[in-house]
């Protein structure tokens, strides 16, 4: 079966390397912002194929050493510098037992490049500050091993219909960017002001939330946050709810869509709609999009628009994004 | 290969009614602290088991949808009153894929209980203030079903050593509450006063971390909070650490101790020696507790002696334990 030839070279050439019918587990392995894709890899995976796979951080999956891994497993992992040392310890851990790896970075060359079988190549905007095609970011990357191996071990072939969406993914971002500016104008005073900032989501939008709440709000603005899972929210997370909190929201386009829902209609209940910012993918045009993967895409919407949300946030407390860390990079640890 | 005399008889029930050698995927689906035990009883099924299993909140599971759910499928449930509507929904959605049951519940009559193929029953002291023997609870039962399963499936035998470790364990913990409880004398004031902690943990004991998080902290005494694993920690997390932020760590004794001996050290470099509390396993007298079980069963150590951590808390800041809520089960949503 030939992947499309709009495909992304290095995802054809990783998967053309593999023997796809022996693989029996997949493993997305990361850390941090790069363990966030993977969540969403992995509900891609699980609505399309009855392949099994874990999401593991990179130090987590070598210290558990899952018995399932073996020569029959595709490991799969992701550092945007490729230099994240306990990916790079995965993907060697992962080859010891003879399992398959892939490795998506920017740089090739990277520690995590030379320890993988198969690099995938990606693109990321805020390291360099140049624009790029979503085409080629982590997201776009990483959905097409997904689905590519999906139809190569018996499911569904997707894999066109999947690529042109993707191609059509940048126009929808720069549509969304003009549809929540006034939303990010109105919420980044108050917002700016806030010591605590949840993240709320489900399904493929969970690792957008994740990463927003550790990389961008801890990370880069330290504000403290948590991810909740828009269901767990009703087991627990809800009682910190009053009219001061402040709520991001994510509604997506999957099928747990209406768990977002429920938790949009109890925050506006008990919340202030002024501390409850909802960005809802059905409010924004998605021309050229599938509608099969229009919720796959939803959060890499999400997270890109809500950058310019966090540099609003950071210029109004004065507290640079991509400078101010006490830890990272500064110290060794 | 039949099972202990001492297993649990609800345990063997299931287990023997079930055709082991045909299961090819285990879910682990429940909601919030219910939800907390499934990650540990995958921790110890990923270290004895090739068996592929998930862990979902029982209303991503239903929408989700995995496709790999079928006849073939074991899904393990779990509801302390057996009334949680999603979990009950997720049994029902997987019996109608042709998928065995089993659900651990107090209330074998309860909506959950009529729900599933077969229920485990299981005691729980919070409820009813009456102490219970650690061998009767939530983890001694689903740590039974997996290397009961395990057993079945191929894998090592270890069911004689586990048995004889969970009924070891009640002595255990009231050892740890005897250790903990200058700890817990210490720390109390201080924490109290704080509107954030964290929790802190890897492997077996991440689930304990996070029902403390969103269970106790923020549902009981709407203290904001996260359970941050502790090698995430260092990819965002940690830079919201300070000399004044408030963190719990547990240091437990499985393979993924190295993790969190890391993030103790950062936490002591950089924060307040008297705003950090380190929950060690390694100083706890385990007689009678394999060494190959020590670390499965430290969280819920660490959780059981952390509720009277918490009651101190809620008596220091006036703010009942049990009855101070806004919403859950006041009001319904």
């Keep these: 079966m030939n992947l499309p030839s709009t495909f992304d070279p290095g995802v054809v050439a990783a998967l053309d390397a593999l023997d796809a019918g022996a693989i029996r587990h997949v493993f997305f392995v990361a850390c941090g ?84 079988d198969h690099v995938v190549g990606f693109e990321a905007p805020y390291t360099t500050g140049v624009p790029i095609d979503a085409k080629d970011s982590n997201y776009s990357r990483i959905y097409q091993v997904v689905l590519g191996l999906v139809a ?56 957008a939330a994740y990463s927003f709440a550790i990389c961008v709000l801890m990370e ?53 709609a002024e501390n409850i910012l909802v960005l809802d993918a059905a409010t924004l045009d998605m021309s050229g999009i599938d509608p099969r993967f229009q919720g796959n895409v939803a959060p890499l919407i999400f997270f890109d628009t809500l950058w310019r949300f966090a540099y609003k946030i950071a210029d109004l407390r004065q507290h640079e994004m991509l400078t101010a860390r006490r830890y990272m990079k500064k110290i060794s640890y």
Tied chains: 1, 2.
């Design 33 to 116: 912002g790069s363990l966030s894709i993977m969540h969403p890899a992995k509900f891609l995976l699980d609505q399309h194929s009855p392949l099994p796979s874990d999401v593991y951080n990179g130090a987590e999956f070598v210290a558990r050493a899952p018995r399932s891994l073996d020569e029959r497993s595709l490991v799969i992992l992701c550092s945007m510098t490729g230099t994240t040392k306990e990916t790079t310890a995965a993907a060697e851990f992962a080859r010891s037992r003879g399992a398959k790896t892939i490795g998506l970075t920017v740089e090739p060359a990277s520690p995590l490049g030379r320890a993988v």
């Design 220 to 272: 880069m603005q330290w504000i403290n946050s948590q991810a909740i899972h828009a269901n767990e929210f009703f087991h627990g997370p809800f009682e910190v709810l009053d009219k001061d909190r402040a709520f991001i929201l994510m509604k997506g386009l999957d099928s747990t869509r209406p768990l977002e829902e429920r938790a949009d209609t109890f925050l506006h209940r008990f919340g202030s």
């Design 152 to 207: 190569r071990t018996g499911g569904e072939n997707l894999t066109q219909p999947l690529i042109d969406s993707l191609h059509a993914l940048q126009p929808a971002i720069d549509r969304a960017h003009v549809a929540f500016a006034p939303l990010f104008a109105d919420y980044a005073p108050r917002f700016a002001k806030e010591d605590v900032i949840y993240t709320v989501a489900s399904g493929a939008s969970y690792g």
